[in-house]
């Protein structure tokens, strides 16, 4: 009986939060179709105005992923051109070379894509951008380096060789997709070496991770270790502590090789004793941010959390339900009004209050459209769960 109504309850929660963003990201594909171009919605300005990418922008397989979501969570087959025609829009992106983000770009679109609609000729887009990614690998160091040091960017003045970022984890799943599509295990030998030597280069003892670990790439040996978008170089920025734990859950999934699962525990467990996060789970940009109790939250952090989350609950980890329990909090929090926009509002994004980067003034307080992107893969993830389906 307690059961029954328990369920009952998650489904309650799950469904609406599920309603509000179909109805959401409908509003955002009416804009984007009477526009008459594949526009890709990111964020909103200061001045209220939704601002869309180019398909180099790392953020551009947000927008066609989150589709791919609503999808195959809704079962609406009015979704699946829509998504498709989003994603194909970014092939030309396949080739980019000039930073890391290409795993989070095809990721998101074509191997979500390719997982629900068969596509066979994604395969050859998602391995092709593979071989693009690792043009960036560096053998010295073992790393693929995130950021380019020359040209005018903000990356160039902070006097780096070789920058490796700890979001840089995520890009990684592209590598292992693409070991599987094409037979070749260069892809997946060099997301074991980067994993490998992030896991031993930019974790503190306490589980928390630097944002930025500067590698001499001639010798291979690190330089500096700092921050960028965190508040200081010894602080735990938190998108940075869900990429990790996210991001070592993901290659636990790929080699089974449980070191990688130890760390996004180790990080996890870290952010969940924090002395500040709050009880609703929703941490603070940066979880040694000064303002703390009146600093911003990031809602971006906790919906990749949760994803992350959801994915170990399936592994045989001591007290697994815990993690599953964790994971509901935080989205039955975002899914609240608290977090979730009203129809029509915030731009058309469904979540409220993430913040991109502070230091650079940028995106403060604002929707960002892979908050959204993983809030609703971690409904995904939950339902699948619901279902009995294994992860992810
Ligand atoms: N990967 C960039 C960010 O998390 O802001």
Redesign the pocket.
Known sequence: MQCASLKQKTNLWCEKALKNAKAQISLEIDTIEASGKCINPVTLTPEGKVYYCQPED?RSGFFPGSVWYLYELTKDTTLLPLAQKYTEALERAKTLTWHH?IG?IINCSYGNGLRLSGKTEYKKIMVEAAKSLCTRFHKKAGIIQSWDVTGKGWQAQRGWKCPV?I?NM?NLELLFEATKLSGDSTFYKIAVSHADRTLKEQFRKDGSCYHVIDYNPENGKVRRRETA?GYADSSAWS??QA?AIYGYTMCYRETGNKKYLDQALKTFHFMKKHPHMPTDGIPYWDMDAPEIPNALRDV?AASIMASALYEISTYNVVEGGSYMEYADKIMQTLASTKYTAPLGKNGRFILMHSV??IPHNSEVDAPLN?ADYYYLEALKRKSDIEKGKKQP
């Open positions: 790392w983000d989070f970022i979001d995520m978008q998108r940075g990429w971006s991109g980067s892979y």
